[in-house]
């Protein structure tokens, strides 16, 4: 089980065009890596708009922001094309990453796959916060907020 202060597991996953994006890649820099179930449905939208529209405001905090999902780039690539999206969005069709981060699980009626889940992972590659049960709508001010508090 991940907690606060472990080391934020590895990754190596390809964008909406197909460039490849590693955890060491951020190194030096906080990250908020957030997991959401599925291209443009209702609340993955609004947690993608919201951080598209935040994404100057949590650049100047030091942070970046990369999305998960077990979409695939072509979903990807048209999602953040239909609301032009600046967030960067990853494909795990495996669901390796998603599973490593524990966002992964049983989504009651809808079944097993990808749950709403948010960490926030230190320049050092230590995970400083997890938000393990997110809601979309004012998610992406909840991150903010923590990363004022974050030196």
């Not at 197909?18 to 609340?43: A, E, I, M, Q, R």
């Not at 490593?100 to 990808?114: I, L, Q, R």
Request: aromatic share 10%; charged share 30%.
């Amino acid at each position: 089980m991940l907690a606060e202060g472990d080391m934020a597991p590895g990754f190596s996953l390809p964008d909406s065009n197909g460039k490849v994006h590693k955890l060491s890649d951020y190194k030096g820099k906080n990250l908020v890596l957030y997991f959401y179930p599925k291209d443009d449905t209702p609340g993955c939208t609004i947690e993608a708009k919201d951080f598209t529209k935040d994404l100057p405001e949590i650049r100047k905090l030091g942070a970046d922001v990369l999305g998960v999902s077990s979409d695939g780039e072509e979903s990807h690539c048209d999602f953040v094309d239909k609301y032009s999206l600046k967030v960067t969005l990853l494909s795990d069709t495996e669901s390796k990453t998603i599973k490593e981060y524990e966002a992964y699980g049983n989504k009651g009626v809808f079944g097993w796959g990808t749950i709403r889940k948010t960490y926030v992972i230190g320049k050092d590659g230590k995970i400083l916060k997890i938000y393990p049960k997110v809601q979309a709508i004012g998610h992406c001010r909840e991150v903010i907020e923590y990363l004022k508090s974050v030196k």
